[in-house]
């Protein structure tokens, strides 16, 4: 349906920042929403953060509230995470999704591996 490449991951030191960024390969529309997970070794996902333009909000995890935002541009069908303030607990590998109309993760991309050490 929709394919989802990230990009932008690497190692950084704690305190350092970041810039991921996933392209889609169409604009989905005004009904879906776009967000970031990340997957720690040896944990599951944790969902981070998702841009939604049907309620014009960005909602964030409340561990990275204040160092990550995230942004969408509907016109280049991309959405960025800035990530500052890394700290080591922050290591995992990102994955870009989509959120359906139902509340559902139905596409992710490939993951980029973040590094924080």
């Known amino acids: 349906d929709v394919q989802l490449v990230e990009s932008g991951g690497g190692l950084v030191q704690p305190g350092g920042s970041l810039r991921l960024s996933c392209a889609a390969s169409?604009?989905?529309?005004?009904?879906?929403?776009m967000g970031w997970f990340r997957q720690a070794p040896g944990k599951g996902p944790e969902w981070v953060s998702s841009i939604c333009t049907r309620d014009g909000r960005t909602h964030v995890e409340d561990s990275v509230r204040g160092r990550f935002t995230m942004s969408r541009d509907n016109a280049q069908n991309t959405v960025t995470l800035q990530m500052n303030s890394l700290k080591p607990e922050d290591t995992a590998v990102y994955y870009c999704?989509?959120?359906?109309?139902?509340?559902?993760?139905?596409?992710w991309g490939q993951g980029t591996q973040v590094t924080v050490s």
């Open positions: 169409r604009y989905s529309g005004t009904a879906y929403c």
């Open positions: 999704v989509r959120e359906n109309p139902a509340w559902a993760f139905d596409s």
